[in-house]
């Protein structure tokens, strides 16, 4: 059965958004956005402008009774948890704020044999030079566009600095509506208080989607994350008897990254060694600014933080076991998982020149593929990486 370890008790958090909140209408500036999908459960949770009492939320299976739930919270910040729900199920939603009413969301609960979720993660503006309109707001419709999202993870700094969380809601809207947020926690990001604050989660825990066991973990500093503890938990956690294994992380164990060379190596003597050890298929990560891949011991290391943010140059070395890199490309990746198998792809959304320059790429455009089987043995899609002339021939 789904679940997530170390979550709920984080729901009365919410309210402590409420502090930061200016005086305006009842209007909803941040969602709905779905978190804590199970089997049977979800929460949504929205933000009003201005603190607001009458609100609540109108579910039903496709075809099925509509239940109305109001919101408890008397804040601006509103989440409510659905619960009795039916597994591998797609339920329609709208939420109300005062005059207001969001219509036409939906997610899916967690059961399926087979599904496809997204990876993602960097998605801060750099003000004055381009806003996360200019650059997330393209990789986030993509994404929106994709069939049947089970859910979406973003590996972290999901903003520049707080200010910055209204507009990341505002062009991450559409594509939040109709799946479900596995967030991951970014040095960008604030307090962890903050995060669960937001989100309705610790920054670590995990949870099981079908054949796919996934596990979440908050890998800022020391003064900031518990990593003794963590790594105990990590331990226990990844016992999981699933066939597939995914963990996601903000800062990459292995990087050509010019600023942080081959890496962040504490990370990667903490956890690398349990991680291959227990058998993950893949682990995700942003912070360094491009899409890089590497094959370590039998799991693949991905970078995927080229969701907007300012790209950052790698180096011409790279760390051993280094399969696949591309710069100055926004992109995500769309994993592929059913019981035998799970196919990744890197499908790029945009190639960006140095000076500012964006020509969008044809939609569904992979440029690096890898298929993770049950069974240990793990290659390449032949041909996968595609080459500049070929990229630069997809942009015309």
Sequence with gaps: MSRYRNAR??????????LLLPAAMAAVVWGPYVTTTTENSAAITWKTASPAEECWVEYAPEGGEVYHIPSSGEGAVHQVLLTGLAPATTYRYRIGAGNEAIEGCRFRTFGDEAFTCIVYGDTRAQKPFFT?????GLVAERIAAEENILFVIHTGDFVCEEEEWDEFFAVAGSMLRNTTLVPVAGNHDGSAEAFAATFG???NYSFDAGSLHVTVLDSNDRAWADMDSQTAWLKEDLLSPLPHKLVAFHHPPFSADRQHPGGDLAL???WCGILSGSGVDAVFSAHTHAYERYRINGTE??????GGAPFY???EEKPTGYRAGLEQTLGYVRATVSPDVVTLEMVAVAGVTEDGEVTPYPPGTVIDAVRLHAAPAWWDV?????????????RR
């Design 301 to 306: 290391y991905i970078v995927v933080g080229c």
């Design 132 to 136: 996360q309109a200019d650059r997330h």
């Design 313 to 315: 140059a790698l180096s």
């Design 268 to 270: 990667r003597a903490e």
């Design 9 to 18: 008790r984080i729901v009365a958090a919410a309210a402590l958004l409420a």
């Design 201 to 203: 989660l610790p920054a």
């Design 382 to 394: 032949p041909g996968s990486l595609l080459d500049s002339s070929e990229l630069h021939r997809l």
